[in-house]
């Protein structure tokens, strides 16, 4: 639970901020990865930057256990991504806005393999449009975002929801292909 880390009492910063540090300078010694200040990354996140790839982590964001990020990811400030996510940025790469709150176990996946007949779909080129997630978006557990998907700032993913398509601004989606069901300004 990485949001507990920034309600430590001094004591117990006395030996989380030194093991944190520890953590982040391993993944920062990597020539690809930048990490902002005050974040929590758990132990286990399997974080993934080769040249042409960066992974860029803004301040004060948090990355459960389990996790694995597969740059291009650029990721903002104040986000959350809990346990069990997997996020690949493909050839163009993840963009995720301030203050976006990802659930247990989301994909999001910024390439797609061809599915011509004329060969095994091993051999199958790759294509990579990017995914676009804005500011203040809520993605609900379990949910999949596939390649060339743009979420609009301040929208809802509901849980376990299959994004094939943009969502625009404030809008509430579900289902598998997620549509729209409803508009957060409506409440």
């Known amino acids: 639970m990485p949001w507990l880390y920034y309600r430590l009492k001094p004591k117990h910063r006395a030996w989380a901020e030194p093991w944190q540090a520890e953590i982040q300078s391993r993944l920062a010694a990597l020539e690809t990865v930048t990490i902002g200040e005050a974040c929590f990354l758990a132990p286990d996140l399997a974080l993934f930057a080769e040249p042409g790839r960066p992974v860029h982590i803004g301040p004060r964001t948090m990355i459960a256990a389990n996790c694995f990020l597969h740059g291009p990811i650029h990721i903002e400030g104040e986000v959350s991504i809990n346990h069990g996510c997997s996020l690949d940025g493909g050839r163009a790469g993840i963009r995720i806005g ?15 393999h061809g599915m011509a007949l ?16 804005g500011k203040d978006v809520w993605i609900g557990a379990r949910a999949g975002i596939v390649d060339g998907v743009t979420i609009g700032d301040h929208a809802v993913i509901g849980m376990g929801a299959v994004v094939t398509r943009d969502v625009p601004p404030y809008a509430k989606v579900a289902g598998s292909p997620a549509r729209i069901i409803g508009d957060r300004r409506d409440d």
């Open 98 to 112: 301030n203050q976006t709150r990802i659930a247990h176990g989301v994909s999001i996946y910024a390439f797609n």
């Open 118 to 133: 004329d060969r095994p779909l091993y051999q199958q080129p790759v294509t990579s449009q990017g995914v676009v997630i």
